[in-house]
């Protein structure tokens, strides 16, 4: 009885265990940096909260910088990748892209390479989906959108369709200037992230 016992005891110290271990790279712009925010009260800040929380041993790093385009995260890529080895990316890009009117196909060319730079490097990658605003045109804001949706079909990366959703266009979870989210709104942001995250680890 205690022999059975034990060994079922082990069996769920076992599956207790991640599976997944090493480094979570971030890689976006200002939404992920914390534009606007304090100190630990971002989403990815929020994330390795969660993580801590229950036992998985990944070190998340914060790549993201204010501004940054999907042009600027390839270019920056190779040097992260390098130096931090991630075991996961989560590639967070192209509100910026999409707010300066760069064509869709520019933007859909930049996160394959990123992708693609990744899987090199072993990594599994998390890709993050963004949507323009109406007043950018019904053609350009469906063929924006679609970059995503294609992106994931073409690579078979996990995606989040939208990651502002329940979040833009919320008066009281944005900042005064209506683009960055508020310190309210990210929890919100990370159980967007969550479901499509948690089976990669």
Known sequence: ???CLLARY???LLLAQPALGGTLLVVG???SAGFGLDTQQGWVDLLDERLKGQGIELEVVNASINGETSSGGLARLPALLAEHQPALVIIELGGNDGLRGQPPQQLQQNLAAMIAD???QGAKVLLLGMQLPPNYGARYTEAFARVYSDLAIATGVPLVDFFLQDVGGQPQLMQADGIHPNARAQPQLLENVWPALKPML
């Open 29 to 31: 712009d200002s939404i």
């Open 1 to 3: 009885m205690r022999v």
């Open 10 to 12: 082990l069996l769920l």
């Open 118 to 120: 990744s899987q090199k």
